[in-house]
């Protein structure tokens, strides 16, 4: 069989780094056909000096580019936030394949991308870890009643409310147990993350949203499970590194070597805890649950609110605490759209992402 080959959106971020150090590992069975970075020119540079891909991006406009360029076998969509929703649709419209790992298009526009996927014959492999659990997990999806999604339970899973109240960026940023982008990151420390995992799964997976459970386990080892009829579950384990699951979603279905992690060791790792998440502390995983069960535009709606909001706690204009106050306003307010149009979505966007950015600029005076 010829090299398989494939893009990366998001080159330079922290899954398309570990993306790169996977297909280093690779040579013999991937072909890069482009790489796509969104402002670090130099290390967009740097890695067409050493992976030469046919060509390069840099910035949104080049992505539809690379979407429509069907000598892709499969590109791995790695850009943070609603970028990545375009350039995915188009991917899936010229039949190629995608491993997702950027949430948010599967929040904005669910319905309508696993829709077009079915409809194009096009697979979408999830890259987030505890979608490639469940990925791994399911033989037959008939079969199965519960999905158990895990959570570290991010900086402050063990820390007061008052703290998480007064956090500084610099703790929201400092996850126990990985390295990631600073959305993302924020996203753990809120456990929005998480809100927002359930509702990829939602669509994934086709499980309703009382079907599927989040359980704290702070060493994420055990990267997601899921329960069948007869109450037997099937979890997925390993040591938490992202290389695993990204080499598995652009492998698929075979499993390659290349980055092996450690040899996994139950007695070494002698215990995993497991907890009830505190839902009145991280209200974020309660809004994300009701923005689902609402449908429609609604997730649309989170993920703006979501975005703005993040964006302005890390410029340091609002705290940690009104994320969550901020996108439950926007949620408030949203006339929902059910079965909205792709264009409705990209409406309701900008709509929502101008009204969260005055209603912070008010809040935070
Ligand atoms: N990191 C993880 O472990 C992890 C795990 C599961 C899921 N995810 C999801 O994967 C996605 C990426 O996360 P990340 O942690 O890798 O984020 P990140 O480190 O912030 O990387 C984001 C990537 O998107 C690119 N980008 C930003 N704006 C762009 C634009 N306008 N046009 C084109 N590209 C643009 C960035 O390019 P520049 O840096 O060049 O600007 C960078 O390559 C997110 O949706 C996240 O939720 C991440």
């Not at 740097?46 to 539809?64: D, H, N, R, S």
């Not at 394949?97 to 829709?115: C, P, S, Y």
């Not at 400092?174 to 809120?190: C, E, F, L, N, Q």
């Not at 706690?313 to 106050?325: A, M, P, S, V």
Request: net charge neutral.
């Amino acid at each position: 069989m010829g090299k398989k080959r494939i893009s990366i959106i998001g080159s330079t971020g922290s899954i398309g780094t570990q993306a790169l150090e996977v297909l280093e590992k690779l040579q013999d069975k991937f072909e890069i056909i482009a790489l796509a970075g969104g402002h670090n020119k130099e290390l967009l540079d740097a890695q067409a000096k050493k992976f030469k891909p046919k060509y390069t991006v840099l910035g949104e406009q080049g992505l539809e580019k690379i979407c429509s360029d069907k000598e892709n076998d499969i590109i791995l969509v790695a850009c943070s936030g609603k970028i990545g929703l375009r350039p995915t649709l188009t991917a899936i419209k010229n039949g190629i394949n995608i491993a997702l790992a950027n949430k948010e298009t599967l929040v904005m526009a669910g319905d309508i991308v696993m829709r077009e996927a079915k409809k194009h014959g096009v697979k979408i492999i999830p890259v987030d870890s505890e979608h490639c659990a469940i990925h791994q997990c399911i033989k037959d999806i008939s079969q199965v009643d519960k999905l158990i999604i895990t959570a570290s339970g991010g900086p402050f899973l063990h820390k007061s409310v008052d703290d998480m109240k007064n956090a500084t960026v610099k703790e929201a940023l400092a996850h126990p147990k990985w390295h990631m982008g600073k959305k993302i990151t924020v996203d753990s420390a809120t456990l929005m993350n998480k809100g927002l995992e359930i509702i990829e799964a939602h669509h994934l997976f086709g499980f309703d949203y009382d079907d599927i459970e989040v359980v704290i386990h702070p060493q994420s080892i055990v990267h997601s499970a899921i329960e069948y009829k007869d109450g037997s579950v099937i979890a997925q384990l390993g040591l938490p590194s992202m290389h695993i699951p990204i080499q598995y979603a652009i492998s698929y279905p075979e499993r390659f070597e290349g980055i092996k992690s450690k040899s996994f060791s139950f007695a070494e790792i002698a215990r995993l805890d497991f907890e009830k998440p505190d839902f009145e502390k991280f209200p974020c995983v309660k809004l994300a649950y009701k923005a689902g069960k609402t449908g429609g535009t609604m997730t649309t709606c989170l993920n703006a609110a979501n975005e703005e909001a993040v964006f302005a706690f890390l410029d340091g204009k609002i705290k940690l605490y009104n994320i969550y106050e901020i996108v439950e306003k926007m949620m408030s307010e949203h006339k929902v759209i059910q079965n909205p149009t792709i264009d409705e979505i990209f409406e309701v966007d900008k709509d929502i992402r101008e009204k969260t950015k005055k209603f912070i600029k008010n809040y935070a005076k």
